[in-house]
């Protein structure tokens, strides 16, 4: 069964830095997308970054300078490093894979807390 295991959330203050990391276990299929989505009370999970099976990179507008994604498509997992952390990337953040060719699938993770204060 298909599974991903997030770690890496946290309360820190504005200017700090977090990452978190993201393992896939199960069949996952290449090509793939990987990556993190947020979500606050009442608004739409929003992308965050996403990294393609043969590294191609998508950000945000608001987190391009501060924020970086990596990954190991043979170790099927990510990271997010978030760096100069602002209180408005508050958010439960969430792991995602999705398959992108002629097998298609997408799965989610529980979800970690990021707090940032000011």
């Known amino acids: 069964q298909e599974r991903l295991t997030e770690s890496g959330g946290g309360s820190v203050r504005a200017g700090e830095s977090l990452r978190l990391s993201c393992a896939a276990s199960?069949?996952?299929?290449?090509?793939?997308?990987m990556g993190w989505y947020r979500q606050t009370p009442g608004e739409q999970r929003e992308l965050v970054a996403t990294?393609?099976?043969?590294?191609?990179?998508t950000y945000a507008d608001s987190v391009k300078g501060r924020f970086t994604i990596s990954g190991d498509s043979a170790e099927k997992t990510v990271w997010l490093q978030m760096n100069n952390l602002k209180p408005e990337d508050t958010a439960v953040y969430y792991c995602n894979v999705k398959g992108i060719g002629f097998i298609t699938y997408d799965f989610w993770g529980q979800g970690t807390q990021v707090t940032v204060s000011a």
């Open positions: 990294i393609d099976s043969v590294g191609g990179q």
């Open positions: 199960g069949v996952i299929v290449k090509p793939y997308t």
